[in-house]
């Protein structure tokens, strides 16, 4: 069981979430803090630079 987001914002989708489950033989609930990470955008190349040291 997961949670899957498509098209993460992560101003409107992190912050406090409560999942509740029920059935016949009752409920349960907790509320975690959820964290959305996501992997950075490269616009712009850095130019390769070295230097050699003796």
Request: hydrophobic share 35%.
């Amino acid at each position: 069981m997961g949670l899957s987001i498509q098209n993460v914002d992560p101003q409107q989708h992190a912050g406090w979430i409560t999942c509740r489950l029920e059935n016949p033989y009752g409920n349960e609930e907790e509320t975690i803090q959820l964290t959305v990470l996501i992997a950075p955008i490269i616009t712009t190349q850095l130019p390769r630079e070295h230097e050699i040291v003796s």
